[in-house]
């Protein structure tokens, strides 16, 4: 066996990806799917602020995109994951799995 | 969730983590309008087999007899093709404004990209007067539409139960206006390819165009007007738009190349849209 591989899973884990709410908004953004600002913020059963500053967390760390437009000249903000975001989302939910099957 | 240190994640934690990701997603899935999405796939894939075909139709390599002493420009004529095309563009991107959830297709983009492949080609060979069979413009033109129709229907498979349609409420003022002035635009470019001067007026109905692409983030653009149509403006859209890819190949392809026809072509192109502006003011 090697190192890597005698690693606690809990070392795999993502600080960025530890809270529930930024863990389930990347869950809701999945590989495929651009989701409304508003409508996440319904789906997580959240509010702005809390959403706003996930978002900035997840931002920062390039896990998710933004994408700002108009709808019926009102601004709405859009959200996906970022590549980097779902490859790291892969290996966090790997790591939960790992510690949930010990 | 109680704990969120990577130092005390148990396995009870890590459990609760992931079944709330399972829920955030099923919540996200349920949340997508496959129906609305699978129409749009429709409307992309149909547009763009008319206009494909038709372009091959006006540019194509065809016997000499098909061809009227008019239609040695079918190139010029393409810029009628062009512009419901573009703006088709740019009324679907409020359509998927509107959607709060929508899906990525990076995989069937890729998939469409590849289907063009054999249309560019085909453009060569027209350039350089290799003449092949004629059905090849229509196969060409469908491959890039066959994927997209291929994805709608899997999205429709997962469209929920029809929902019993809500009343209309009227289109509102701006959305009024940009609906008749795009018919009679469209009205405008059908009619004036019939005059020999139409290269020229050509110009001016691409910066027609640029102007109104210039609008686009604003309430009188053509993503807000895309967002704000129900079914009977887009019923009106799709029937301008292919009386206006007919009337371009009627001039191009056959001996009616007559001002006459064009005027005639052209208001009977601006009629469905402005009908549906006036209709809409009184829903």
Partial sequence: MTNASRRHPRHELDPALLTPLRFSLMAALGTDTEIDFATLRHLLETDDSALSKAIATLSTAGYVRVRKGYVANRPRTWLRASPAGQAAMRIHVAALQAIVGE | MSSTNDDDLDAASAARLLEAGAAARARADSAVDYRTLARLQFGIAGSMFVYLSAFLLLVGNQPQTAASAGSTSGFSYSIVLLIPFLVLTQLVMGVSARSRVLRTHRRLLLITLVALVPFGVVGVLNLLGVS?????????????ATPLIWQGGMLARRAGPKLPRAPRTPLNRPARIMTGCLGLYFGLTGMLAAFSWFALAGLGLMLALVALLALASSRWGLPSLGSDWSAPEWNG???????????AVVLARTDWNTPLVGVVGGVLVAVPLVVAAIRGARS
Avoid: H
């Fill in chain 2, 132 to 144: 092949y069979p004629w059905g090849i413009n229509l196969l060409v033109a469908a491959a890039p």
């Fill in chain 2, 237 to 247: 859209f799709a029937a301008s738009f292919i009386l206006l890819v007919t009337l």
